[in-house]
């Protein structure tokens, strides 16, 4: 960020800061959530977004709820309050049923505190988590520069934000990028605008420019032509929820991108942070519930006029029906690997759970990924 400052933020206070995402890249704006309503208000509308800092944000919003006087009653209708907010990032549900445990097992007068150092918690592992999968992405992308002719650029392209602002630090599948980019890697990002809500255009660009990353966006449908010409070194995104045997949840349009490259010889790399496995999901196709958004998000778009004034146009006829989708899945067969903070794994339930046995074990599966 300009200021230095993370997407989310507790004070001393207790009260939680987030950067409003709806506003950039036009406007940075910070927010002061001070109750589990604002807090819900601030995950549905998508002011914070990114299965990390869903999570995130989701852990301080039960700390909202946990004052010296909070009932189970009251901490129950929190974590359902919050649940209900966004159904496919598992991380949402992770962080809350995390919180919620840790709650009901104190009583209430100590619940204040445990919620913050819990929370607090939360926070510090995804910044550590996300800075791991940067490591071992780093050596993917070193590997495949060497195989390049001397004084060419790596070209990676990505769909969606993962980065810092859909975290804590770091981001997933950006992280990488950063520590390429900081150890001198002639790195250079092809980013996806990825309609609807342009997630890329408006955030991923954004952010890659605070940090002087080279970068160039391109329209969604221009990846598989910069591929089909070699213009493509590697794929990197990132994924709300991945199934047991390594099915891929992310922003629409990111099945697609799998495809292409699966059909030019590029390498597809999921960046995946561990709490947002979900081994209680196998068929991701068939069994993760994908949000379906307002048709606001489709048929009108916004940003900045020539005089400096934010306005919102309609870009279909009116009355025109309309489908958004936010998510699609990407079957295990398309990934290349997936970039852990244990390191880059094959994509199938053997090595998730070989990887990851603890959660592996808490969702019932045996050590041959079997229940």
Request: with cysteine; charged share 20%; proline share 5%.
């Amino acid at each position: 960020m300009t200021s230095g400052r993370r997407p989310i933020a507790r004070t001393a206070e207790g009260v939680v800061e987030i950067l409003d995402q709806t506003e950039l890249p036009h406007r940075t704006t910070f927010l002061r959530l001070t109750s589990v309503e604002a807090a819900a208000e601030a995950i549905a509308t998508m002011r914070v977004r990114g299965a990390p800092l869903i999570g995130a944000t989701a852990a301080y919003g039960m700390m909202l709820a946990a004052d010296d006087d909070s009932s189970d009653g009251a901490i129950e209708w929190a974590h359902a309050r919050l649940l209900a907010t966004r159904p496919t990032a598992i991380n949402l549900r992770w962080a809350l049923d995390r919180m919620r445990a840790r709650l009901l097992a104190v009583a209430p007068a100590d619940r204040f505190g445990v919620a913050t150092t819990e929370a607090d918690a939360i926070v510090e592992e995804d910044v550590a988590i996300c800075s791991a999968i940067g490591d071992h992405g780093l050596a993917i992308f070193e590997a495949i520069l060497a195989t390049k002719p001397a004084g060419s650029r790596l070209n990676v392209l990505t769909h969606c934000n993962a980065g810092r602002l859909a975290a804590v630090e770091w981001g997933t599948a950006t992280a990488p990028i950063y520590k390429a980019h900081a150890a001198g890697l002639p790195i250079h990002v092809f980013v996806d605008e990825t309609r609807p809500r342009n997630q890329g255009a408006s955030l991923t660009a954004w952010e890659l420019g605070e940090r002087g990353v080279p970068h160039t966006v391109i329209a969604d449908n221009a990846g598989g032509h910069l591929m089909q010409h070699a213009q493509v070194d590697v794929v990197i995104v990132g994924t709300d929820r991945t199934t047991a045997r390594g099915d891929v949840c992310n922003k629409i349009g990111t099945y697609l991108k799998a495809l292409a490259a699966r059909d030019n010889g590029v390498p597809f790399y999921v960046a995946l942070p561990s709490p947002t496995i979900d081994f209680t999901v196998a068929d991701g196709v068939a069994e993760i519930p994908i949000e379906e958004r307002g048709g606001e998000e489709v048929s009108h778009l916004g940003g900045v006029t020539t005089d400096g004034r934010f306005e919102t146009i309609r870009i279909v006829p009116e009355g025109t029906a309309v489908a958004n989708p936010a998510f699609d899945v990407t079957p295990a067969r398309l990934v290349t690997g997936l970039l852990t903070e244990r390191g880059v794994i094959a994509p199938n339930r053997a090595a998730l759970v070989a990887a990851f046995p603890e959660a592996a074990r808490a969702a019932g599966l045996a050590p041959g990924g079997t229940r």
